[in-house]
């Protein structure tokens, strides 16, 4: 009996002591609790730090000359938008679908946490959807997304820290405006300018619910991944929100997310992507700063770009790739194409390939030999040379005998710019090339003087709009300025003019012969009805087409070819690059004034006037040769037909005389039957040039 008595006596003293344990332990529990969560209170940022996102990574916006965003890189996060701001439909839908007991929980919900863990024991699955938004808020600004349970307790306290310290409108502001919906798109004004093209502030019922469902799993849901998974999504979204009274049933039948539109990238993106690979790794070198959001303005016109895609797509052979650099007189790159087209092939052409540039190489051959004494219309000599086993030939096989040297850079005539590289010495070719920007390798081989060194499209651009500059040094740049998302300033470019390449009357001269070879030589496609100069250049085998050249303030390279360096039958510089310049440059400089060229400057007094000028036949294209200079047979020339312009001039030359007959002036004189002017003998040189 007594044993019967002592034995719930036991059992409800260890009842009781259990009790107290529990108790005990939940003092303990909330005192540790609140300490945890009055130290989190304590160490939380202010409302003031946590507006500024700069936990989320730099944020880097690059925008062509007229402020449009052209590229983004790394987070993207719209405008801050206030509770106020933030339409209560996208508040009301974001409640709905992540926590609908948001309003009436101290941060945890324990709920819905008794819901996970019923559901996870009758499911036999892991605890889930238990977070409440200020947990998330918490996770997202603090934690990492690791599934352990030491991270659910931290989450936990932040929660309540969150709650105690902000209010609930705070809050769900602080979150609508971090959150990450996929795209890289950080808030609901990113996510609604990067899905819908407007601001969240004019976000209407559908597309509330499309972007409250991305939180979930944006990496699934976002429109840029799966447009019909984010509609199913956002259906889910409004049956949610009419099951809590949100909207109501008439509301919800009115919002169909499969009637909203999505915002297409267009391929200008994909246009513009030449240049932006090309300017962002020079960041490094202009700024230091790493975290702040940063807004690049750089020099690309929208429109020009548009063009000179279209230009390249339009004349490019089929088969062939192509690549377009356009600067302005101060240097800065207003368009750029690396290629046909970006996704098929990120290779840059413009600023990466080096290729060889024939003919248009001769720049630097007359450079030098402007420089050296001669002048447009020194007479030089157009007869065969040969320089140890190696005889460069002219296209057609033919020499003409003493020639302006006006003609012969119009007409590309190999022998006498191989004449003249022997004669200034191709180091100084070379020397000349280096100064002006070339800087890949120039060889010094008698062939160099015909292009045979590779060399580099944007290179060769910024040389000849050196030369349009007066011999004034042009480097090409991207960046016109930086600055953070606030508007202050980091870098400026600073143009520099202080660099004299040669003296103006070399420039002036060098315009003066590249004007010729538009106007009557072998870049006829490419005139403009205005003030023209460039020059063309073929290489062996029509491997490689270009055409450089400059009018009223802008100098476009143009570089045709295949990546494989195979021959394109009918290739040639005055051909499909002249006509890629000629549709380009039309609209590049349409809205620009007419600019005269400087032809004429004030020069050393050992240089000799001459006012005469005249012109020979051109031969039938730019000269075809091998790198050393040797013709090849040329490929039919109807595989590219281009139609020929009259030739200024004298007129037409007859038939071929008799090989013993000379192709001199005066054979030139008595064939057009005009009287025939004094001889003038060539111009005397310097001192130092006749005593080499």
């Known amino acids: 009996m007594a044993n019967a008595e002592a034995q719930p006596s036991r059992v409800k003293r260890v009842l009781i002591n259990s009790l107290k344990i529990t108790a005990y332990l939940l003092v303990v ?14 160490q939380l940022p202010s409302y003031q730090e946590l507006v500024r996102r700069d936990d989320l990574g730099q944020m880097i916006r690059v925008r062509a000359a007229d402020g449009r965003i052209i590229h983004a890189m790394g987070p993207s996060f719209g405008e801050w938008l206030n509770y106020h701001e933030i339409p209560p439909i996208m508040r009301d839908a974001m409640v709905a679908v992540e926590d609908r007991r948001f309003r009436s929980h101290p941060g945890v919900d324990p709920v819905g946490i008794a819901r996970g863990i019923w559901v996870s024991l009758t499911q036999g699955d892991n605890v889930r959807g238990v977070s409440t938004i200020s947990q998330q808020l918490a996770r997202n600004i603090f934690l990492s997304n690791d599934r352990s349970f030491a991270r659910k307790i931290r989450e936990g306290i932040l929660a309540l820290a969150l709650e105690w310290r902000f209010s609930k409108d705070q809050i769900l502001e602080l979150y609508l405006n971090r959150v990450y919906f996929g795209g890289g798109a950080y808030g609901i004004d990113a996510a609604s300018r990067r899905f819908f093209g407007h601001s969240a502030t004019d976000l209407g019922t559908a597309e509330a619910a499309i972007i409250a469902g991305l939180v979930k799993a944006p990496s699934n849901y976002s429109p840029t991944a799966d447009t019909a998974a984010a509609r199913s999504r956002g259906a889910v979204v409004i049956d949610l929100m009419v099951r809590h009274g949100t909207i109501s049933g008439a509301e919800a039948a009115a919002a169909d997310p499969q009637q909203v539109r999505f915002i297409r990238t267009d391929g200008q993106q994909n246009s513009t992507r030449y240049f ?34 279209q230009a390249i797509n339009a004349n490019a052979p089929q088969g062939a790739q192509g690549a377009l650099v356009a600067l302005d007189r101060d240097g800065a790159v207003r368009a750029m194409v690396g290629g046909r087209n970006y996704a098929a092939s990120i290779y840059n052409r413009a600023t990466q390939a080096t290729r060889q540039p024939g003919s248009s190489f001769k720049l630097f051959v007359y450079l ?26 002219n296209d057609n096989g033919r020499h003409v005998g003493p020639v302006p040297l006006r003609a012969a ?21 070379a020397d000349m090339a280096q100064r002006f920007g070339i800087t890949s390798r120039v060889n010094t081989n008698p062939s160099m003087a015909l292009g045979t060194s590779e060399v580099r499209l944007i290179d060769m651009t910024r040389a000849y709009a050196a030369v349009g500059r007066g011999g004034i040094a042009v480097t090409p740049f991207g960046i016109r300025r930086v600055t953070t998302a606030d508007g202050t300033l980091l870098y400026q470019h600073e143009d520099d003019e202080t660099r004299v390449l040669v003296q103006p009357w070399v420039a002036a001269q060098m315009t003066d012969l590249l004007q010729g070879v538009v106007e009557h030589g072998t870049g006829r496609a490419a005139a403009l009805g205005r003030p023209t100069a460039g020059k063309t250049g073929t290489t062996t085998s029509n491997k490689d087409g270009w055409f450089v050249g400059f009018s009223s303030g802008i100098t476009t390279g143009v570089w045709m070819g295949r990546d494989d360096n195979r021959a394109l039958p009918g290739l040639a510089g005055g051909r499909a690059p002249a006509r890629a310049f000629h549709d380009f440059m039309a609209r590049a400089v349409a809205n620009r004034p007419v600019e005269p060229f400087v032809t004429e400057a004030a020069a050393p007094d050992w240089q000799i006037e001459q006012d005469e000028e005249f012109w020979y036949t051109p031969p039938p294209d ?71």
């Open 622 to 692: 730019d000269p075809l040769v091998d790198a050393d200079g040797n013709p090849l047979e040329t490929q039919p020339r109807d595989e590219f037909p281009v139609q020929e312009e009259p030739v200024p001039g004298p007129g037409p030359v007859p038939e071929e005389p008799k090989s013993q007959e000379r192709l001199d002036r005066e054979w030139l004189e008595r064939a057009i039957e005009r009287p025939r002017p004094p001889r003038r003998d060539p111009p005397p040189r310097r001192r130092d040039e006749d005593e080499r």
């Open 276 to 309: 932006t690979d090309w300017v962002l790794p020079q960041l490094d070198m202009l700024i230091d700063e790493t975290v702040h959001p940063i807004d690049i303005w750089t020099t690309i016109d929208i429109g020009m770009q548009r063009a000179a895609q």
């Open 29 to 42: 529990g909330l005192v540790a609790l609140s300490v945890a969560v009055s130290v989190a209170v304590s």
């Open 409 to 429: 850079f119009a007409y590309s005539i190999n022998t006498v710019a191989v004449r003249l590289a022997q004669d200034v010495g191709t180091r100084s070719v």
């Open 368 to 393: 030098a030999a402007l420089e050296s004494g001669y002048r447009p219309d020194s007479i030089v000599e157009d007869s065969p040379i040969r320089i140890g086993n190696w005889s460069p030939r």
